[in-house]
């Protein structure tokens, strides 16, 4: 994987082994596996108890560090034929902010001392690596006593200026809603929710807000206006105003983002769209009017907000992004390439 510049790697009962590159799939030369080599090798990097739990449930998540080499996230599973893995590459060495190419404005997020920030986009847009550069700066910034909540543990975070407790889901807690609960009595500055994946995870993640603590989560959702619109639907239909209240009140920002793949060299790049929660989107957000929010993303940029389509241009513009790769990804791709073609003349 590390020599491929792969992201994922794939394992399959009676397949090839095959390698995410940019993005895309490909076989390696390897002939294919049966179900009992996949087995082995699966059994040889998990503990009795992780196996036990495998055996019973039919799939699991853990992480395995390869000294010198790499830290990966796994998830193995049952299967027809036999069983299956996926491995995600975690390096070592946190990414920085700025080495991820992302704006300013997310340091100023960071800057405050209490609140919501959320990063959001659909599966492998690169999430997890966003919140932990975001980690990472809060640990090169700030005095804090910093907690993790992941499922599992990704990149592991060394203490700076910040004291870092890393808890994983299954292992160290129950739940995330278990452990956001009693993370709320570890005298926190700030948590780190893995995933909102529930009604009560969400809801304890707005309480923290509330209670003065900076609030790092995220959520499958791939826009700013769709991410307001799914937490206030987790919510029974009396409790949404209030809730949308509670929301207006305490979110910072959120980060959206999707990962393209690069023209100008190997690799992927971040396309973002940010929303900095100012006066008129938290009216938006009581009101109940998510779809006006693109509005101000668009008329906010003197405020660090960025719409997608707009940096999804500059990408183009720059060379690292091809056009047409761009507009698979765009909010309107047919009104993307008419912007970029009168662009062009």
């Known amino acids: 994987m590390q020599k491929a510049g792969a992201s994922d790697l794939h394992l399959s009962t009676d397949a090839v082994p095959m390698l995410r590159i940019n993005g895309h799939l490909e076989k390696t030369r390897h002939r294919s596996l049966t179900g009992d080599e996949v087995r082995l090798l699966m059994y040889e990097l998990l503990t009795d108890a992780q196996i036990e739990r495998f055996e019973a449930e039919g799939e699991l998540d853990c992480?395995?560090?390869?000294?010198?080499?790499?830290?990966?996230?796994?998830?193995?599973?049952?299967k027809y034929p036999g069983i299956a893995a996926a491995f995600r590459i975690i390096p070592h060495e946190v990414p920085t902010l700025d080495e991820l190419g992302f704006p300013p404005v997310l340091k100023s997020l960071l800057q405050k001392r209490?609140?919501?920030?959320?990063?959001?986009?659909?599966?492998n847009s690169g999430k997890s690596t966003t919140l932990a550069a975001m980690v990472d700066y809060l640990?090169?910034?700030?005095?804090?006593?910093?907690?993790?909540?992941?499922?599992?543990?990704?990149f592991l975070h060394r203490n700076k200026q910040c004291l870092i407790n890393q808890r994983q889901i299954g292992e160290h807690s129950r739940s995330f809603a278990a452990a956001l609960r009693a993370a709320l009595?570890?005298?926190?500055?700030?948590?780190l929710v893995g995933e909102m994946r529930d009604?009560?995870?969400?809801?304890?993640?707005?309480?923290?807000a509330e209670l003065g603590l900076l609030v790092l989560g995220t959520l499958h959702t791939k826009s700013a206006a769709q991410t307001i619109g799914r937490i206030s639907d987790a919510f029974p239909a009396d409790e949404q105003p209030a809730m949308r209240?509670?929301?207006?009140?305490?979110?910072?920002?959120?980060?959206?983002?999707q990962l393209l793949a690069r023209a100008d060299r190997p690799g992927r790049v971040a396309a973002l769209e940010i929303?900095?929660?100012?006066?008129?989107?938290?009216?938006?957000?009581?009101?109940?009017?998510?779809?006006?929010?693109?509005?101000?993303?668009?008329?906010?940029?003197?405020?660090g907000m960025k719409p997608l389509d707009q940096h999804l241009r500059e990408l183009?513009?720059?060379?690292?992004?091809?056009?047409?790769?761009?507009a698979r990804y765009a909010l309107d791709p047919t009104s993307f390439l008419l912007g970029m073609n009168r662009r062009a003349l």
């Open 63 to 78: 992480a395995y560090t390869l000294d010198g080499v790499a830290r990966f996230r796994i998830n193995v599973y049952k």
């Open 114 to 123: 209490a609140g919501l920030v959320l990063v959001t986009g659909p599966t």
């Open 139 to 154: 640990n090169e910034q700030m005095k804090y006593h910093i907690i993790t909540l992941e499922d599992p543990l990704e």
């Open 185 to 191: 009595r570890e005298d926190p500055n700030v948590i």
């Open 199 to 208: 009604l009560e995870t969400i809801a304890l993640a707005i309480t923290a």
């Open 245 to 257: 209240l509670a929301l207006s009140e305490v979110l910072v920002g959120i980060c959206s983002q």
């Open 275 to 303: 929303l900095v929660a100012n006066g008129a989107v938290r009216n938006l957000i009581r009101e109940g009017k998510n779809h006006q929010v693109n509005n101000v993303i668009v008329t906010g940029r003197k405020e």
């Open 316 to 326: 183009v513009e720059a060379g690292i992004v091809a056009r047409d790769e761009a």
